[in-house]
């Protein structure tokens, strides 16, 4: 188990906005920001990003400027961390359905551009599949930005409790609270898939710049022990606190258990 810690997180690496609007739009402010800039140098954006309820505002704040403030992402390269196993792109609870769904069918990205783990492989083709993902990553140099949510049970991308830190993309099984609070699009526990095909730690620590977006009093315990507790792998976004490249962007709730 991990042990409880008296250090206190690094508040020049934590952000604190009143509400969860004001976080996402922020957050999504630097996303743009990183796209604007590659653009200025003629280079290629390369962005990690993350699905679920916490990204869906600023999901919707870049398509705002998109539409209103002329932000192009004709220059990036995404790259999703992870996928449920086995699923069909077309099924409305994939990750490639939320993706179109809450950005890439909203703005100027090319197709091409788009990497989102696909799941219709057969069981003795994912390891290929999963290397290849992983160096299609490396392909690009890496990640100049990965966007993160965290859950309950402290997993980065799906990247469970016991995940090895230098864990590359991969295979894994799914935590019973991942699959219970998965309970919510799926209908029913039988529904909700047992694998899921995600990126390593190893490969989202390698980012550039990583942004780990909490919103809401649900996330509070999790993110007391993930900003405070002993760097373990019972925590896997416990490493992130050694990471110099990471901002925590929480709402108040969120931030609710973090003493400053």
Not at 13 to 35: E, F, G, M, P
């Amino acid at each position: 188990m991990i042990k409880s810690s008296n250090k206190q997180p690094d508040f020049d690496k934590l952000t604190v906005y009143d509400s969860a609007v004001l976080a996402s739009k922020y957050t999504a402010n630097k996303i743009a920001d990183l796209i604007l800039q590659k653009q200025k140098e003629g280079n290629r954006a390369i962005l990690g990003l993350a699905t679920g309820n916490t990204p869906k505002m600023v999901y919707q704040e870049l398509i705002r400027l998109h539409k209103y403030e002329g932000l192009s992402f004709s220059n990036v390269v995404s790259f999703n961390l992870d996928e449920y196993y086995p699923i069909s792109v077309n099924d409305e609870q994939s990750y490639t359905y939320f993706m179109n769904n809450n950005l890439f069918n909203h703005v100027d990205i090319t197709q091409e551009n788009i990497h989102i783990p696909h799941t219709d492989c057969s069981s003795n083709q994912i390891s290929e599949y999963c290397l290849d993902y992983e160096n299609k990553i490396k392909s690009y140099g890496g990640l100049d930005l990965q966007l993160l949510g965290i859950g309950r049970n402290g997993h980065i991308g799906f990247n469970e409790p016991g995940s090895k830190f230098d864990s590359i993309t991969r295979l894994i099984d799914l935590h019973p609270l991942t699959r219970e609070d998965a309970i919510e699009n799926f209908g029913d526990l039988d529904n909700v898939p047992y694998q899921a095909i995600t990126m390593g730690i190893n490969t989202i620590v390698q980012a550039k710049k990583i942004l780990l977006l909490a919103l809401g009093e649900r996330k509070s315990e999790i993110i007391k022990k993930a900003l405070n507790g002993t760097i373990a792998t019972d925590v896997p976004s416990s490493i992130l606190q050694s990471l110099p490249q990471v901002e925590y962007i929480l709402d108040r709730e969120a931030a609710a258990m973090i003493q400053k």
